[in-house]
């Protein structure tokens, strides 16, 4: 079994920052892409950064220069988020397209909120 397991998620003020965090754990032969989406209150699950293996990224426009995403080399990726907005506010999910010895698949985690408020 494979499990994404996100931290991070909290309210903060508009300006402020957060550090997401997914950690992925299990039956893992290799990753290839990891990313993060989001989710905002009424509307669809949307791409908002995504990392491949060698460590190219692409960015929603809505993102671009205030979010970095980033992975280490222990099944860890990372969204940096800073000058928040409340139009960032979302349950953003963590998914992985890895191998897990037997097949390729996507995974995905469990959510973790972000509320940006004042």
């Known amino acids: 079994q494979v499990q994404l397991a996100e931290s991070g998620g909290g309210l903060v003020q508009p300006g402020g920052s957060l550090r997401l965090s997914c950690a992925a754990s299990?039956?893992?032969?290799?990753?290839?892409?990891m990313a993060w989406y989001r989710q905002p209150p009424g509307y669809k699950r949307e791409l908002v950064a995504r990392i491949t293996r060698s460590g190219s990224t692409n960015y929603a426009d809505s993102v671009k220069g205030r979010f970095t995403i980033s992975r280490d080399n222990a099944n860890t990726a990372y969204l940096q988020m800073n000058n928040l907005k409340p139009e960032d506010t979302a349950v953003y999910y963590c998914?992985?397209?890895?191998?897990?010895?037997?097949?390729?698949?996507?995974?995905w985690g469990q959510g973790t909120q972000v509320t940006v408020s004042s």
């Open positions: 998914n992985a397209d890895l191998h897990n010895g037997l097949r390729r698949n996507d995974y």
């Open positions: 299990g039956s893992i032969l290799i990753i290839y892409d």
